[in-house]
């Protein structure tokens, strides 16, 4: 399943999910203390998704985040140094400290914007695709979205849109069970959200979201596709996030979802799957595993540093979060 991905690839991806767990880990402390006191939506445990999605995008493409938002941004190739700054709210994030967790918006790495209203960036996305067609541009754009966002009816009339224009853009379901805190089948009446795509005439696919080279796979045909004039897919990635709805509790105490289903998602932990596979084929090695993990630790520390002694915005100053254009 991986002959066709090359070294380079796999060892990239590998650091992407490594740098996106540490830096959401190193998170706890500072959100637990206070030091960070805007809402914060971890990504634990759904690496492999936006890795194996962005793998496959350049800058020109653009992806539109959702409330949990960090995985997609480090993913596009987003600064940690700006992004520990924007969770503290200071001027030098990447939001100039005005957005917080929920609203990152980093338009030099093709990640314009996230946003906190379930399925909001959905018809933006299509939107920016519809933009790209019409300007003949060789670029496709990206809806990340929870399996909440299909309990909104603007999520309908994107994928119904998108299939009529044959619009190069992806819609990618982070399906991990819940939304907010309720269980999917208490939400949907038809819990195969790969399956919707059936009435709009769109391919619809439903992927292990633990598998980054499944993900990147199967991502690459749909953004193949996309380019190629063939229009839009929708790509149901199942996943599970290890910690709450929103903050670092595991949320256990609500008596929403159980330790044993807890456990047996950790067990299928994307990261760890991933690093057997590359030590099987020794595309990995345990020295470069030790190396690659003290220079994300590294990296992550001074973005600590640097985000603690940046300054806050001025309260004067409307600011602007930046330009940018199609």
């Not at 880990?25 to 914060?40: A, D, F, G």
């Not at 709009?200 to 953004?223: S, T």
Request: glycine share 8%.
């Amino acid at each position: 399943m991986a002959e066709n991905i090359s070294s380079d690839i796999l060892l990239e991806m590998y650091e992407t999910m490594i740098r996106i767990r540490k830096f959401e880990e190193s998170l706890i402390e500072p959100l637990t203390s206070n030091e960070i006191v805007c809402p914060v939506h971890l990504y634990i445990g759904q690496e492999a998704v936006a890795t194996g999605v962005c793998a496959n995008l350049a800058i020109e493409d653009w992806a539109f985040s959702t409330h949990r938002s960090h995985g997609h941004y480090i993913a596009k190739g987003g600064d940690l140094k700006a992004l520990m700054a924007e969770l503290y709210g200071k001027v030098t994030g990447c939001s100039k400290g005005r957005g917080g967790s929920m609203h990152l918006s980093s338009p030099d790495v093709g990640l314009p914007g996230s946003s906190a209203i379930v399925a909001g960036t959905i018809p933006l996305a299509v939107g920016s695709a519809l933009a790209f067609s019409m300007r003949k541009k060789d670029a496709v754009s990206v809806a990340f979205f929870g399996d909440g966002a299909l309990g909104e009816g603007t999520s309908y009339e994107a994928l119904n849109f998108a299939a009529l224009r044959k619009l190069p853009v992806i819609f990618v379901c982070e399906n991990n069970l819940y939304s907010t805190h309720m269980p999917i089948s208490l939400c949907l009446a038809d819990v195969d959200i790969y399956n919707k795509a059936e009435v709009f005439n769109l391919p619809g696919i439903r992927v292990d979201g633990n598998n980054v080279i499944e993900v990147y796979n199967v991502a690459r045909k749909a953004i193949e596709d996309a380019r190629n004039g063939k229009g839009p897919s929708l790509l149901e990635c199942m996943t599970y996030r290890w910690r709450g709805h929103v903050g670092p509790s595991e949320d256990l105490d609500k008596g929403l979802r159980s330790k044993k289903e807890l456990e047996y998602w950790m067990n299928r932990c994307p990261i760890k799957i991933f690093e057997e596979f590359l030590f099987k084929h020794s595309i990995l090695s345990e020295p470069e595993k030790i190396q690659i993990y003290e220079d994300i630790e590294r990296e992550i520390e001074e973005a600590l540093t640097f985000a603690k002694d940046s300054p806050y915005p001025d309260p004067d100053d409307s600011g602007t979060l930046g330009v940018f254009k199609t």
